[in-house]
C-alpha cells in the first residue's frame, strides 16, 4: 500500500501529511500525522470494509466529548482524520502533576466509557496509551500542568453487544490489562471493560502496571531444576490472588467460565496451587491506599463478572467527590 503524501476530506479541508506514525497494521492501513488549517490531525487508513461501519459509528457518539471519534473522513483513502492530542496516560502518568488532575483524567475517561456502554458497546481494549489527554503547561519538578481534555480513543474494534449478551470466542485487548474472562474468551460483556479499567486505575495512582512480567519470574524451582514457565499462567495467578475478595467469588467465576471450558482445569490448578506457603493477597486487605480507592478498585475488578459494578454505578462513587470540573 503506497503511501500518501496529502489528502482532502469530506470537510473540503486539506490534510498535508508530515510523517507515518504506524505501518500497515493487521487489517488496518498506516497512521499518519498531518497538518491542515495551522492545526494537527491523526489519520487512519481502516480499509474499505470497515469504513462505511465506521463512519455510522463515529456519528453514533458524535455527542459525547469524552469518546475519539473522527473529526473528518477521507473516503477516497478510506481514512479518518482525528484531532491531534498530546500525550496519553501510558507516559502523562508519569509527570510531576496533582492527583487531582489524574483523577479527572480517569473520571473523564469513565465517561466516555459510560457513554459507549450507555449505547450498548464494548471498548474491548481499555488501556493507558488508549486515554489521550490534552493539557496547559508542561509538569515536571515546579512546574504546572493542567489537564483541558479526555477522551477515550482507539475505539475502531469496539464491539455492540445487545442487552443480556455477550461475546463468545474473543481475546479482546492487550494482556496486561486484560480480564480474566477475555484471557479465556469468554462471555466478555460491560463488566470486562470495567476489569481492564480498574487496572488503568491502579496504574494511574501508583504507576505500577500490576500484570507485568519480568522474564526472571518466568522461572521457578521444581524438584530442584529451574523450570519455565508461561507469562500468561503469571497473570492468572495475580488476577486469581489480587481480585477474588473470598471464595464465593472464586466459585462465581468458575461457574460464569463454566466447568466443561478449556480454560477450566488452568484457574481450577491456579487456586490449587495457593496455601501457607504461597497465600492469596487480596486486593480488599491491601494497606497503603486510600480506602474509598481501594473500595471503587474491588467492586471495578472483583473476579467474577457478575459482581463488578458498571460504569454509571462508578461514577456515583465517593472516590470522585473532590474531581474538579472540566
Same mark, same amino acid.
Given at each position: 500500500?503506497?503511501?500518501?503524501?496529502? #489528502? &482532502?476530506?469530506?470537510?473540503g479541508?486539506r490534510?498535508?501529511?508530515?510523517? &507515518?506514525? *504506524?505501518?500497515?497494521?493487521? !487489517?488496518y492501513?498506516?497512521?499518519?500525522?498531518?497538518?491542515a488549517?495551522?492545526?494537527?490531525?491523526?489519520?487512519?487508513?481502516?480499509?474499505? *470494509?470497515?469504513?462505511?461501519?465506521? %463512519?455510522h459509528?463515529?456519528?453514533?457518539?458524535?455527542?459525547? /466529548? =469524552?469518546?475519539?471519534?473522527?473529526?473528518?473522513? &477521507?473516503?477516497?483513502?478510506?481514512?479518518?482524520?482525528?484531532? =491531534?492530542?498530546?500525550?496519553h496516560?501510558?507516559?502523562?502518568?508519569?509527570?510531576?502533576?496533582?492527583?487531582?488532575?489524574?483523577?479527572?483524567?480517569?473520571?473523564?475517561?469513565?465517561?466516555?466509557?459510560?457513554a459507549?456502554?450507555?449505547?450498548?458497546?464494548?471498548?474491548?481494549?481499555?488501556? !493507558?496509551?488508549?486515554?489521550?489527554?490534552? =493539557?496547559?503547561?508542561?509538569?515536571?519538578?515546579?512546574?504546572?500542568? /493542567?489537564?483541558?481534555?479526555?477522551q477515550?480513543? %482507539?475505539?475502531e474494534?469496539?464491539?455492540?453487544? !445487545?442487552?443480556?449478551?455477550?461475546?463468545?470466542?474473543?481475546?479482546?485487548?492487550?494482556?496486561?490489562?486484560?480480564?480474566?474472562? #477475555?484471557? #479465556?474468551?469468554?462471555?466478555?460483556?460491560?463488566?470486562?471493560?470495567?476489569?481492564?479499567?480498574?487496572?488503568?486505575?491502579?496504574?494511574?495512582? /501508583?504507576?505500577?502496571?500490576?500484570?507485568?512480567?519480568?522474564?526472571?519470574?518466568?522461572?521457578?524451582?521444581?524438584?530442584?531444576?529451574?523450570?519455565?514457565?508461561?507469562?500468561l499462567?503469571?497473570?492468572?495467578?495475580?488476577?486469581?490472588?489480587?481480585f477474588?475478595?473470598?471464595? %464465593?467469588? &472464586?466459585?462465581?467465576?468458575?461457574?460464569?467460565?463454566?466447568?466443561?471450558?478449556? +480454560?477450566?482445569?488452568?484457574?481450577?490448578?491456579?487456586?490449587?496451587?495457593?496455601?501457607?506457603?504461597?497465600?492469596?493477597?487480596?486486593?480488599?486487605?491491601?494497606t497503603?491506599?486510600?480506602?474509598?480507592f481501594?473500595?471503587?478498585?474491588?467492586?471495578? /475488578?472483583?473476579?467474577?463478572?457478575?459482581?463488578?459494578?458498571?460504569?454509571?454505578? #462508578?461514577?456515583?462513587?465517593? +472516590? +470522585?467527590?473532590?474531581?474538579?470540573?472540566?
Amino acid at each position: 500500500m503506497a503511501a500518501i503524501t496529502s #489528502a &482532502i476530506g469530506r470537510s473540503g479541508r486539506r490534510y498535508v501529511v508530515e510523517k &507515518i506514525l *504506524q505501518e500497515s497494521r493487521g !487489517p488496518y492501513g498506516p497512521v499518519y500525522l498531518a497538518s491542515a488549517d495551522n492545526k494537527r490531525y491523526v489519520l487512519k487508513d481502516v480499509g474499505s *470494509q470497515a469504513f462505511k461501519h465506521l %463512519d455510522h459509528m463515529y456519528n453514533d457518539f458524535r455527542a459525547s /466529548t =469524552y469518546v475519539r471519534v473522527a473529526e473528518d473522513a &477521507i473516503p477516497d483513502h478510506t481514512m479518518f482524520a482525528f484531532r =491531534y492530542f498530546k500525550d496519553h496516560l501510558l507516559s502523562f502518568a508519569g509527570k510531576a502533576v496533582p492527583e487531582s488532575q489524574v483523577k479527572r483524567i480517569l473520571r473523564d475517561s469513565l465517561r466516555g466509557l459510560a457513554a459507549m456502554h450507555e449505547k450498548r458497546f464494548v471498548h474491548g481494549d481499555v488501556k !493507558p496509551n488508549n486515554i489521550v489527554i490534552d =493539557y496547559d503547561g508542561e509538569g515536571g519538578e515546579g512546574g504546572k500542568c /493542567t489537564v483541558t481534555q479526555v477522551q477515550l480513543a %482507539d475505539i475502531e474494534d469496539a464491539a455492540y453487544v !445487545p442487552e443480556g449478551k455477550a461475546i463468545e470466542g474473543w481475546t479482546a485487548g492487550n494482556w496486561m490489562w486484560r480480564s480474566p474472562e #477475555a484471557h #479465556a474468551a469468554r462471555k466478555l460483556c460491560e463488566e470486562s471493560d470495567m476489569f481492564s479499567f480498574g487496572l488503568v486505575c491502579i496504574y494511574a495512582m /501508583t504507576r505500577r502496571i500490576l500484570m507485568a512480567v519480568d522474564d526472571k519470574e518466568l522461572f521457578v524451582t521444581h524438584e530442584g531444576q529451574k523450570v519455565e514457565i508461561e507469562k500468561l499462567a503469571v497473570v492468572i495467578e495475580r488476577q486469581m490472588s489480587y481480585f477474588a475478595p473470598d471464595l %464465593d467469588s &472464586i466459585e462465581g467465576f468458575m461457574a460464569y467460565l463454566g466447568g466443561d471450558h478449556p +480454560w477450566a482445569p488452568i484457574f481450577t490448578v491456579t487456586v490449587e496451587g495457593f496455601g501457607k506457603d504461597n497465600p492469596r493477597k487480596p486486593l480488599t486487605l491491601w494497606t497503603g491506599i486510600e480506602e474509598d480507592f481501594r473500595d471503587l478498585l474491588a467492586k471495578l /475488578t472483583d473476579l467474577n463478572p457478575l459482581n463488578r459494578i458498571g460504569s454509571k454505578e #462508578a461514577l456515583e462513587h465517593p +472516590w +470522585w467527590k473532590d474531581v474538579p470540573d472540566d
